[in-house]
């Protein structure tokens, strides 16, 4: 089975930035799409970012179009969501998730295998 563990969330303050990581453990997810999604207390899960699996094709959140960008590195077996200019309303549990099909997906249904979850806590 595919596991997936993200990590770097924490409490920065508004402008501020941070990186997360979704590392696949256990077996490789490198030939499947990888999506980031986040939750914040209350409301329903939402989508952020995209990215295929070569990493050459990746898709956003209208919300977060030119803060946040979406990479991929393979050989480490990692996805990165690298935030900048970090909001109050960022503020939510962030989770990776892999596809098996490999498609362009917006859509949590679509994706088969997730992590635990990262908190982003972001100050005003």
């Known amino acids: 089975q595919v596991q997936l563990v993200e990590s770097g969330g924490g409490l920065v303050q508004a402008g501020g930035s941070l990186r997360l990581s979704c590392t696949s453990s256990?077996?490789?997810?490198?030939?499947?799409?990888t999506g980031w999604f986040r939750q914040a207390p209350g409301l329903e899960r939402e989508f952020v970012a995209g990215?295929?699996?070569?990493?050459?094709?990746?898709w956003y959140a209208g919300s977060v179009k030119g803060r946040f960008t979406i990479s991929r590195d393979n050989a480490k077996k990692t996805v990165y969501l690298q935030m900048n200019s970090l909001k109050f309303e960022d503020t939510a549990v962030y989770y990776c998730a892999a596809d098996r099909e490999n498609g362009v997906s917006a859509s949590s249904s679509d994706y088969d295998y997730w992590g635990q979850g990262t908190q982003v806590t972001v100050s005003s």
């Open positions: 256990g077996r490789s997810a490198s030939n499947y799409a």
């Open positions: 990215i295929k699996s070569s990493g050459g094709g990746t």
